[in-house]
C-alpha cells in the first residue's frame, strides 16, 4: 500500500487519457453485463424447471390445441400425481408495448408450481371468482394493480363473445424465488372457454407431475403411446426440455454472446487499455530509470506497472458492473418477451476476475519493457 501514491500520482498524469480510458473500459464491461443478463434471462427458465415436470403438448406445434378430455387419461397414467392444463391467452393490457404473458389455466395449476407463493385466502378468492386472475409481483408493481382492481385486456387471439376487451378481477398477487418468473396472468380456463368464440373444450398444452423423475422418459412413452392415432396426437418432454426447445428456436444463445463479448472485450478494453499502458510507460522512461537507480528492483517496477494497469481496469470495469447492476435490479428492462432479468452475484464475481485478468494481459509488455530498461540507456535517451 505504500506504492499507491506513486501509482495513483501516475494514472492522473494524463487526466484526459485517463478519463477516456476509463470510459472504454466501462463501456466494455456494460456490455458485457448486459449480454449476461440476456443470457440469464433466456436460460433461467431452463434452470429453474421442475424435475418432476413434464409438458405434454401437441406432436406437429405447440400452437395447435388438444382436447381438454385429455386431462383424465393422463390422471389415470401410472406414475402420474398430478394434471394441469395451460392455454396462451395473449392479449394487450394498453398497447403493444405493456404486453406480458397472460394464461388461461385450470384451478388445480398452482399445485404443480410450488415455487409461485401466494397466500391462502387470496387463492380461494381466485378458485371462487370466474372472473378472477392471479398476477405475478412484477407486473402488478409495474402498473399499479391492487387486490381488488378491474382490470382490461384487449382481446389479440381470443376473441370474446361480445366486444373486443375481457375483463378480470385482480384476486391474488404471487411472489417468487429469486429466477421464477413474477411477470404472469393467471386467470380461469372456464371463463375463456365459456365465453371465447369458437374452439371450445380445447386447450393449449398439459403439465403433469411424475412420482418419481428417474421415469420421467417411460412415463413420456406411454402417454403419447395412449394418443397415438388420434386426430391430436402428442409429444411428451420434461419441462426442461420443453423451455430448452424455444430458446433453441432463437439460436445458440451463448456462442453468440460468447462472440459478441469477445470482440467487445478485445476491441474497447484489451487494445485502448494496453496501448494507454505503452504510452504511459514510454512518457516515463527516464522516471522509471530514476527509480531504479534509487534501488527500485526490477520485480518491484514489473509489479508498479502491473498494478496501475489492474487498478485502472477495475475502476472502468466495477463502475460499469455497479451501474448495470443497479438498473437491472430497478427492474426497469423486464418485458413480455424477457421477463426474468437478473444479474447473478456469478456474473459480477467473473466480471471482477475478467477486470483483474485483462488488467494483466493490458499490462504485461509494458511491464515486462519496463522491467527490462537498462538505467544508462533510459538516461542517454533524456
Known amino acids: 500500500m505504500k506504492y499507491f501514491p506513486l501509482i495513483w500520482r501516475n494514472l492522473l498524469r494524463r487526466k484526459v487519457r485517463t478519463i477516456f480510458t476509463l470510459a472504454s473500459v466501462f463501456i466494455a464491461f456494460v456490455l458485457y453485463s448486459f449480454l449476461m443478463v440476456v443470457q440469464n434471462a433466456f436460460s433461467m427458465g431452463v434452470e429453474v424447471a421442475g424435475v418432476d415436470r413434464l409438458v405434454l403438448m401437441h406432436k406437429v406445434s405447440l400452437i395447435q390445441l388438444l382436447p381438454v378430455s385429455y386431462a383424465d387419461r393422463i390422471r389415470g397414467t401410472e406414475g402420474v400425481t398430478h394434471v394441469g392444463h395451460s392455454t396462451w391467452f395473449g392479449g394487450m393490457y394498453q398497447d403493444k408495448a405493456t ?43 409495474r402498473y399499479g394493480w391492487n387486490i381488488g382492481d378491474k382490470i382490461p385486456i384487449q382481446a389479440t387471439i381470443w376473441q370474446p363473445k361480445q366486444g373486443n376487451t375481457w375483463f378480470f378481477n385482480v384476486d391474488g398477487i404471487y411472489d417468487a424465488d429469486r429466477g421464477f418468473d413474477t411477470s404472469n396472468f393467471f386467470f380461469h380456463y372456464e371463463y375463456l372457454d365459456e365465453n371465447r ?23 413420456a412413452a406411454r402417454l403419447d403411446a395412449q394418443f397415438a392415432n388420434s386426430s391430436a396426437e402428442t409429444k411428451t418432454s420434461t419441462e426442461k426440455a420443453f423451455l430448452q426447445g424455444f430458446v433453441n428456436q432463437v439460436g445458440n444463445i451463448k456462442a453468440i454472446i460468447i462472440s459478441i463479448l469477445a470482440a467487445v472485450l478485445f476491441t474497447l478494453f484489451l487494445l485502448v487499455l494496453a496501448n494507454t499502458m505503452a504510452q504511459s510507460v514510454r512518457e ?7 527509480l531504479k537507480t534509487l534501488g527500485f528492483s ?21 463502475l460499469g458492473l455497479a451501474i448495470t447492476y443497479f438498473a437491472v435490479e430497478g427492474g426497469s428492462f423486464n418485458n413480455a418477451l424477457l421477463p426474468v432479468f437478473i444479474m447473478r452475484s456469478r456474473d459480477i ?15 504485461a509488455f509494458p511491464a515486462m519493457t519496463a522491467m527490462r530498461l537498462r538505467i544508462t540507456d533510459a538516461l542517454r535517451r533524456t
Open 99 to 141: 404486453q406480458f404473458a397472460v394464461m388461461a389455466v385450470d384451478p388445480a395449476y398452482f399445485q404443480l408450481y410450488p415455487e409461485a407463493r401466494i397466500q391462502q385466502e387470496q387463492l380461494q378468492a381466485w378458485l371462487a371468482d370466474r372472473q378472477g386472475v392471479i398476477v405475478g409481483r412484477t407486473t402488478a408493481t
Open 298 to 318: 526490477n520485480g518491484l517496477v514489473l509489479g508498479l506497472v502491473l498494478v496501475e494497469s489492474i487498478l485502472m481496469a477495475l475502476l472502468g470495469g466495477g
Open 349 to 363: 464475481a467473473i466480471g471482477i476476475a475478467l477486470c483483474c485478468a485483462l488488467g494483466v494481459v493490458a499490462g
Open 197 to 219: 368464440r369458437g374452439a371450445y373444450g380445447q386447450v393449449g398444452w398439459y403439465v403433469l407431475r411424475i412420482d418419481d423423475p428417474s421415469h420421467a422418459a417411460d412415463v
Open 284 to 290: 516515463r522512461t527516464s522516471e522509471l530509470a530514476v
